[in-house]
């Protein structure tokens, strides 16, 4: 008995979903476009409390694990399982590290008493309010698809080892993998946008 | 079944040529923020995350090997997106 299967149509699923991610954050780039004009000066201020040193590095990290899990396929699909593993594995623990490199930036960002509804904050005007409220939503909401890109990982990390996933069926690998870019993608835009601002 | 095509294989070593202008295109938007262009500066940001962006759908994203038609939905969503800012602007500057 042969299994239905239908590869391409699944990949088509994953680019409609992609797209819907694409439209909200696009519609919270819209949003940040028009409090930017609003309130240049203040995101110009807000920017600079941002570590770009942090932002280059989490910049790099997510680089460098779209390549690993882009190469987890090739590895797949050259029938090399171990090698598959260990990218997958390495892409895991990249993200991982993305996430604790977030945790500290946040923290310093508590420190300092910029949160949104901070006695700080309230002091600094309305412009900063609206950027630190915008830097808190939009890199939180890009940290959570952090967090379910690595249970991606996890459950796919199973599946490649059980044998679910092998040679000739790599979908699972091939629609994270696309999840994985646009999670980069996403990040490619908000670094300059709120660390980089001149 | 659509599983008995022809699929690309996208080699090791592209992929770490890939990586590396992704790098080099962050550390040049990163040195371009000690000069000064004025309002132009945005612009060079957006310009630099916009040709990032094509590498990583075009190559990681395995565009560049698609049917025809992703790359057409992508470019499509693209184009709507620069709509519905362009519109909103629109609308913030004249009313």
Known sequence: ?198 | MTNDEKTHIVPYKTQITVLIVLIILTAISVAVTQLEFGNMNTLVAMVLAGTKSFIVLAWFMHLKYEKKLFPIMVTSVVILFLLVLFVTFFDYSYR
């Open chain 1, 1 to 198: 008995m042969t299994i239905h299967r239908d590869d391409l149509g699944d990949k088509f699923g994953m680019w409609l979903f992609i797209f819907t991610e694409l439209l909200l954050f696009g519609m919270l780039f819209v949003v940040y476009a028009v409090y930017r004009s609003m309130h240049p000066e203040a995101f110009r201020i807000g920017g600079q409390e941002l570590d770009v040193a942090m932002g280059a590095i989490n910049t790099v990290i997510l680089l460098v694990s779209s390549m690993t899990v882009a190469m987890s396929l090739t590895a797949m699909q050259k029938g090399d399982k171990t090698k598959c593993l260990q990218l997958l594995g390495a892409t895991l623990l990249l993200a991982v590290i993305f996430l604790v490199n977030k945790y500290f930036e946040w923290g310093t960002k508590f420190e300092y008493g910029l949160v949104p509804g901070s006695e700080t904050l309230q002091e600094l005007g309305h412009g900063t309010i609206l950027f630190f409220g915008l830097y808190f939503f939009m890199t939180g909401v890009h940290a959570l698809h952090i967090l379910i890109g690595i249970g991606l990982f996890i459950f796919v990390i199973v599946k490649v080892k059980k044998g679910d996933v092998h040679k000739t069926d790599y979908i699972w690998i091939e629609n994270t993998g696309l999840y994985w870019h646009l999670v980069d993608l996403i990040w490619i835009f908000l670094f300059p946008l709120f660390y980089l601002i001149h």
